[in-house]
């Protein structure tokens, strides 16, 4: 099982991308998927997730409005389409299988994703 996150760049603030989670040997239409990000100097966070079983998303205070997760079965693949970003936004973001998503959060953690990093600069 292989998840790659890719989509990454450049940009500068209120700019926007689109971060793809692939996956290889596994099907992510019955996956939960969250997406999570890691700040130099700070620890990984959440930052969505989109549930397989009834698709309800979870996404932290600090994306809500801007970001959005969606999936695309026929392509095997989950984004993560970030719009406004801020400089705070910089990261190395990542996909991982999860164990559970709701409007309320998300719990458990499966597979993991390489990351792909995000740099939001003027």
């Known amino acids: 099982v292989q998840l790659q996150a890719s989509g990454g760049g450049l940009v500068q603030p209120g700019g926007s991308l689109r971060l793809s989670c692939a996956a290889s040997?596994?099907?992510?239409?019955?996956?939960?998927i969250g997406w999570f990000r890691e700040a130099p100097g700070r620890e990984r966070e959440g930052v969505s997730c989109?549930?397989?079983?009834?698709?309800?998303?979870w996404y932290v205070d600090f994306v809500k409005g801007r970001f959005t997760i969606s999936r695309e079965n026929a392509k095997n693949t989950v984004y993560l389409q970030m719009n406004n970003l801020k400089p705070e936004d910089t990261a190395v973001y990542y996909c991982?299988?999860?164990?559970?998503?709701?409007?309320?959060?998300?719990?458990?953690?499966?597979?993991w994703g390489q990351g792909t990093e995000v740099t939001v600069s003027s």
């Open positions: 991982a299988t999860i164990g559970f998503c709701s409007r309320r959060g998300y719990e458990g953690f499966g597979y």
């Open positions: 040997g596994l099907a992510l239409d019955t996956e939960t």
């Open positions: 989109i549930s397989s079983r009834d698709g309800s998303t």
